[in-house]
């Protein structure tokens, strides 16, 4: 079982920036493709940028260019860096860890964190 904890949310004005972090235990992390997602009212979740297990990244186009995703494995987390914030990017923001083996998916989640940019 893996337990996934994000931190970092919070209010910022358009334009600013914030930090996310989520905290895995329970697992080996660096075999895990580690993602953030995000969900706004009335909207289905959505992949905002991962990072696999061998380092690759990939982002929404909505975040490229201000968002930027890392991890560390030494310290089982992953952090999202986002700068240039826009209202839009309102969202509860949940941390992802998947691993296919052969057919199998392991998929597991947190707890979400609220994004809010308002001024």
């Known amino acids: ?3 996934l904890v994000e931190s970092g ?3 910022v004005q ?3 920036s914030l930090r996310l972090s989520c905290a895995a235990s329970g697992t080996i992390f660096s075999r895990y493709d580690m993602g953030w ?3 706004a009212p009335g909207n289905q979740r959505e992949l905002v940028a991962v990072i696999t297990s061998g380092r690759s990244t990939n ?5 490229k260019g201000r968002f930027t995703i890392s991890r560390d494995n030494a310290k089982n987390t992953v952090n ?3 700068n ?11 941390c992802n860890a998947r691993r296919k083996v052969f057919t199998v998916v392991n998929d597991y989640w947190g707890q979400g964190t609220q994004v809010t940019v308002s001024s």
């Not at 982002?59 to 975040?63: E, H, L, N």
């Not at 240039?84 to 949940?94: G, N």
């Open 59 to 63: 982002y929404a186009d909505s975040v």
């Open 80 to 82: 999202l860096q986002m």
């Open 9 to 11: 949310g919070g209010l």
């Open 1 to 3: 079982q893996v337990q």
């Open 37 to 39: 997602y995000r969900q």
């Open 14 to 16: 358009p334009g600013g």
């Open 84 to 94: 240039s914030l826009k209202p839009e990017d309102t969202a509860v923001y949940y």
